[in-house]
């Protein structure tokens, strides 16, 4: 499941960027003492007491306002309350209830979305000055202080309690296959081969895939789910405000992916974006198949498919595990093998393997490249153990953490990978002090 998306909304100058900021815990809103600083909703990943979500800061309302850009910040602010699962109203303590503030409660109760009301400023609690608020309809206002932090803890209990009341869609044994790219890259088109119909609309105009559009079906008895999402641009591109959401989206789509297949275009050839979203998907611990569309366009030669592969492997050598593949979804040439490399790269993220098969390998591992030693210490790699998949991740016990080098580490990954097909997915080393006796 995507992490749910919580919007702050409310008017002008009332703090919403503060406790933004205070939130996700470094200052990525601009924080100003005058009104419309915040003309762009601003997005990030958020966790309260174990539960994660993406929280969005949005631009002040004034719905009533006739200026031009007032209008368009209501439009962007409008468009985050139709996206969320929870919305989170602010108002403003000191200045009291005014009619603006009841516009938008107005607006929030037509929305049918769970709103949680903030009342901003409450430097000094008074329970008196939030009386006032029940009057929006909106249940029990809770007094915050956002610049100085405190009530912040019982308004987040508050909006992740409402996580509870979206309702979830039952775990199915569906395999989800997110598709993912820039726009105009062939998504639609894929997914169509894929399916054997066009369950999606197919456009040469960028752009044409609003949302994550999902669609089960079943190949060689396994049932999947296909996830075809919006093109991502870049963040300088995306200037029209449903596509900003659809973005958010496709995001959101990759987090709930089992694999992903990273569809690039290979006319324009690997991009700065192509490999930013490439990155986005190795950290969030995806399993992948990169998929080099519109090769029935290439003029080719005996050396082309080797050009393309050492490109890859240059723009990519986070992922050393890639698996490419060079299809056409218009004609589909090869398109019928992406699958196949999907579940590998399925199967891959998911094996586990023996401790004791493990512990031999890093054994012959360090007799064959023993560790630097760093001030006349030497580490020690005492035990090794998988201890989750999907990203395969292995915990390496040692005798002091300060002495496991970064290129030292990157050798015993390399080494798994050789013992261990782990092609298509990540693993993750992560390396834990343990005393020699224990």
Known sequence: MAKPLVAIVGRPNVGKSTFFNK???????????????????LYADAEWCGKCFTLVDTGGLELKSTDVMWKHIQKQAEIAIETADVIILFADAKAGLNASDEDVAMKLRKSGKPVVLAVNKLDNYNPEKLFEFYNLGLGEPFGISAEHGT???????????????????????????????????????????????????????????????????????????????????????????????????????????????????????????????????????????????KWDLIEKDTHTI???NDDLKEALKFMDYVMPIYVSAK??????????????????????????????????????????SVNGKRLKILFVTEVSVAPPTFVLFVNETALMHFSYKRYLENRIRDAFDFQGTPIKILVREKDENE
Request: net charge negative.
């Open 23 to 41: 939130v996700v815990g470094k200052k990525i809103s601009i924080v100003e003492n005058f009104p419309g600083v915040t003309r762009d909703r």
């Open 151 to 293: 009530g912040i803890g019982d308004l987040l209990d508050e909006v992740t309690a409402k996580f509870d009341e979206l309702g979830s869609v039952e775990d199915d044994d569906s395999l989800k296959i997110a598709v993912v790219g820039k726009p105009n890259a062939g998504k639609s088109s894929l997914c169509n081969k894929i399916l054997g119909f066009d369950r999606t609309i197919v456009s040469d105009i960028a752009g044409t895939t609003r949302d994550a559009i999902d669609t089960p079906f079943t190949y060689d008895g396994q049932k999947f789910t296909l996830i075809d999402t919006a093109g991502i641009r870049k963040k300088r591109s995306v200037e029209e405000d449903l596509e900003y959401y659809s973005v958010l989206r496709a995001l959101g789509a990759i987090r709930r992916a089992d694999v992903c297949i990273i569809m690039i275009d290979a006319e324009q050839g690997i991009t700065e974006q192509d490999v930013k979203i490439c990155g986005y998907v190795h950290e969030q611990g995806k399993p992948s198949v990169v998929v080099m569309n």
């Open 306 to 308: 080797n050009k393309y």
């Open 331 to 372: 004609t589909g040439l090869r398109t019928e093998k992406i699958l196949m490399l999907a579940q590998k790269a399925i199967e891959n993220a998911n094996k586990r393997i023996s401790t004791g098969q493990l512990n031999d390998l890093v054994l012959d591992a360090v007799r064959a490249s023993e560790p630097p």
